[in-house]
């Protein structure tokens, strides 16, 4: 949703794409997260065809992205474009969720602390001590206040919008129900392993190609860990 994360990511694809392009959920900036996974598809579709008219492209999703780009996939005019490729990192297919669940909120954290080069250790047992120790309608509020402490020139806008899209996301209705014509690489780390599973795809995808990843949903980004997957994915080493 929130693009800037994956630049490390983008780079290494870079090398050996024509272009990588980020899309940004709305809600981050001016204007409000939208409320069904057929307006997020729709609202990226929309991005691409103002980039790209027409021709081959190749999607990536991390975690709720592989659920959005299903529907894009539903949606996409494939008599102007073709799917090259379809990748899938650390996701599962959408189930709604009231609210953020307390590792959900621990975790909206780490981003931010990479953002400010703050060693995560630092603040990440206050932060989980902030959500487990209190009711859910003050977690967001109290790790606001203890990182407006903690960090120097921190956001606050920006993690409130954050918050606020991922809460929205996970909160909408949405079911998968038809199964689509386009192979699947589904890229799973070494944390989510029994968590993430090929047999959750297996109804919407006629072929599921699986590789592993070291570190776990957030670092699997990161290029110290990208570099590797992305190496396995070109070279179709599973």
Known sequence: GQSDGYHDMAVRLNHDKAGVYGLQMKGFLDDKPLESIEEIAAHNLQLIEEIIPEGKLEFYGHSFGGTVIYEMLRQIDQGRYQIEELVYLDSSPHIKIDGISAQGAISLAQPIMRKYQVTEKDLYKEIARLVYDYSEDLWKQNIIDYMDQSINGFDHTFFSKMWDVVETSMSVDYKLTEKLDFPLNLVIPEASLG???????????????????????????????????IEKLKNKIS
């Open 195 to 229: 968590i993430v599973k090929e047999q959750d795809w297996e109804p919407f995808y006629k072929k599921i190609n699986m590789y592993y990843s070291a570190g776990d949903h957030f670092s699997m980004i990161r290029k110290e860990v990208c570099d590797e997957w």
